[in-house]
Every structure is written in structure tokens, then in C-alpha cells.
């Protein structure tokens, strides 16, 4: 029995060498979680307990200690340790390694051939150039509150099919303690529309969103690009699922300070004038987001535990201000950036190149990543639905 546990140790730690020539190998690394948030009741839900916990314990490191989508860090040394670990805690416990090393060994032989499948074409191993910004990188595992003003990155597989924040770099810029609630801006999504464009195709309040426009003055305002800020919006007029974010400071009226030198305010009466007296340009200064991304506190936590977005603190610094807005998005001289160019960068930015250098876009990449997922789910529902039956 020693010999075959020897065996299978051997041959895991071989294979995390792989990994850690090329970490995008882990990326498809999916796990199991123990929770699940219940759309209906806004609650958190309990979810079946693994069938060898000692073996999710090490997965939970490999995928950098998130509990469904894999953030692979550069390097393996915190990935063997947790590998040699395992195998003296069974060890010690007169237990047969080998069921555990043949399982774990099955984990992440599916993500190499899932990833390999996909990173195939794309250039071996991974680069690590530097960004132009910084940001403090926030573990999955991490305990820190949500806050405004943190940005949210999504996992390249998590939101496959959720365009509106698909590859997104999202701003967080509303907590509300007495509902449970936190909005955020999707901030790398332009459009390729106008807001007068917007206003005359918008049918079901244009009257009164002209009047509207004719009442406040806003006529200055009427010739910039709006930016897709997320898939939440409210019915009725379109100016009440707009908000700007702008350099401008406090005196523009009703504004919040998201970070240093980033506000935001639903009031466009106060920008159309500075627009129109050349205090302020559109697109520089100031930017208007349609709709806006939302979820319940508890909801959120759950998904930062998933891996569902990598999070990140924002420095104090003139640069990252810039590239929140005056940057995210909009290129002076060939006008608006991809959103993908944007999500990369950030990714990089929070010292996560595997991740950034994951393939992404390319329609037959996605497709497979699909089908990936459909299979992950597909094992996940049947053990939830085996668990709440026997419950």
C-alpha cells in the first residue's frame, strides 16, 4: 500500500510541475463550494460536504484559496507544500493515499486537458510584463468588508454568459446597510451609441426624457458616448438609470467620492453647465454609465469566496485615477479601448497573469469553455439535488 501511495504522490507533484511552467493550466481547476446563494430567498444555502474533504483542502490552495474558480498565482511552492501536507495528515491518520493522490490526481488531470485544449495555440507558458497601474490584490479568502471604491475583476470563466459584466473591471460605488445592498459600475463598456441617440430610440418614457433634457438645460451633454455600467436598471425615465462619473469634485451637486478624485452623481444639471461654460469635456472630465451591476451583501460575499471576481484595493495615486476614468475605455487618438484590452490589464495590475493571459473572445475558445462549464454544473446540480433529498 506504501508503494502505490508513494506512486501517486510522485505522479501528482509531477504534474504540478507542469502547472507551474504554465499556470494557465489551473484556470479550469473548478471546485466544489460547500454554499450556494437561493435566488428566491436572498439567503445563503448550505451545499453536500465533499466526499474527500482533505483532497478539496489542497484544490482549495491550488486554485488560490477560492472555493470554485481557480486564481493561479505565479509559482507552485504554496500548492506542493499543501500537496506533501495532505499526504502525511493521511499518512498519519493510517489512512490509504491513494484514493485520496488517485482523486486529486483525476481534479487536475480534467483542468490540464480542459486548458490545454484552449491554451494550445496561444504562445508556452506565460509572460509577466509590468502594468501601468497598481493595485492591492484582495485573496478570495480574504475577510476584508466590501467597501466602496474597491474594484472587482471578473474570473475569465465565470460570466461567460453574462455579457453586460463578461470581462468587466467593475468600480463599487453604493453599500447600503439597511437593505443589504451593493451597486457597482462597470466601467469598461462602451457603447457605440450617443446619449441623444440613446434618448430617441429609448420609446417607452422619450417624451418625457425630452422634456426633461429641455427643462434641466442638458442639451451640452447630449453628444457623448454612453458606457454600459451593468444589466440592473429601473423602468421608466432613462435618466434615472444614468450616472456620471467625473473628475469635478464636491461641488458638482449631490456627488460621492468613490476614490480619490473619482465621483459620482445622478445629477446631470450641474455637469451640463460646466460642459457648456468649458469648465469641464466630455469623456475626460466626465462620463455617463447606463444601469449598473447589484447584488445582496451576503450574495456578493459568496461569490468573492467562489472566485467569482478577483477584488483589489485601489492606491491613492493620480495614475490609477486616470485609469479609472479618463482611461478605462477611451484612447484620445483611436477612440473608445476594447473592454477586453481593460479587464487584461487590470488582471495584470493585480499580479494575476495567468489569468490575463487566458485565452478569451475567440467564439470556438468560448464555446469550449461552455461546455466546460455545462459539465462542472451539471455534476454540481446533481449532488445538490441528491443532497436536499436526503436532508
Not at 367 to 391: N, V
Request: glycine fraction near 8%; charge should be neutral; include cysteine.
Amino acid at each position: 500500500r506504501a508503494k502505490n501511495a508513494m506512486a501517486e504522490l510522485r505522479r501528482v507533484l509531477r504534474l504540478c510541475k507542469t502547472f507551474e511552467r504554465d499556470p494557465r493550466l489551473l484556470v479550469t481547476l473548478l471546485g466544489q463550494p460547500t454554499q450556494d446563494f437561493d435566488r428566491k430567498t436572498r439567503t445563503v444555502v448550505r451545499c453536500r460536504s465533499a466526499a474527500l474533504p482533505f483532497v478539496e483542502e489542497v484544490l482549495w490552495e491550488a486554485r488560490g484559496q477560492s472555493s470554485e474558480y481557480a486564481h493561479p498565482r505565479p509559482g507552485c511552492s504554496r500548492f506542493r507544500g499543501a500537496i506533501r501536507k495532505h499526504w502525511r495528515l493521511v499518512d498519519g491518520l493510517g489512512m490509504d493515499y491513494s484514493v485520496d493522490g488517485k482523486e486529486l490526481l483525476r481534479r487536475l488531470q480534467t483542468s490540464f486537458e480542459n486548458a490545454r485544449a484552449i491554451v494550445s495555440d496561444a504562445p508556452d507558458g506565460i509572460t509577466e510584463p509590468t502594468s501601468r497601474i497598481a493595485l492591492q490584490r484582495l485573496p478570495p479568502s480574504c475577510e476584508k468588508p466590501i467597501e466602496i471604491g474597491q474594484i472587482l475583476i471578473t474570473h475569465p470563466l465565470a460570466c461567460l454568459a453574462q455579457r453586460a459584466v463578461d470581462r468587466a473591471v467593475i468600480l463599487l460605488c453604493e453599500t447600503d446597510e439597511l437593505t443589504g445592498g451593493v451597486r457597482g459600475i462597470v466601467v469598461n463598456k462602451p457603447s457605440h451609441v450617443s446619449l441623444k441617440e440613446l434618448l430617441s430610440s429609448h420609446e417607452e418614457a422619450a417624451k418625457d426624457d425630452m422634456l426633461f433634457v429641455e427643462g434641466m438645460g442638458l442639451h451640452a451633454l447630449l453628444d457623448t458616448r454612453v458606457y454600459v455600467g451593468g444589466d440592473v436598471t429601473r423602468q421608466g425615465s432613462l435618466f434615472k438609470n444614468i450616472r456620471w462619473l467625473h473628475t469635478l469634485g464636491p461641488d458638482v451637486v449631490e456627488s460621492t467620492q468613490l476614490l480619490p478624485g473619482i465621483w459620482l452623481t445622478e445629477d446631470a444639471s450641474c455637469l451640463a453647465k460646466l460642459v457648456q461654460s468649458g469648465h469641464a469635456v466630455l469623456g475626460r472630465d466626465l462620463r455617463p454609465y447606463l444601469g449598473c451591476a447589484g447584488w445582496v451583501s451576503c450574495q456578493l460575499s459568496l461569490e468573492l469566496d467562489r472566485g467569482v471576481w478577483a477584488r483589489a484595493d485601489v492606491p491613492n495615486s493620480e495614475d490609477v485615477v486616470h485609469y479609472v476614468l479618463a482611461k478605462a475605455s477611451m484612447d484620445e487618438d483611436n477612440g473608445p479601448r476594447t473592454d477586453d484590452s481593460v479587464w487584461r490589464e487590470s488582471l495584470l495590475a493585480i499580479g494575476m497573469p495567468a489569468l490575463s493571459q487566458f485565452p478569451r473572445g475567440d467564439a470556438a475558445v468560448d464555446a469550449m469553455l461552455l461546455e466546460t462549464l455545462k459539465a462542472h454544473y451539471k455534476g454540481l446540480h446533481k449532488s445538490r439535488d441528491a443532497f436536499m433529498d436526503s436532508e
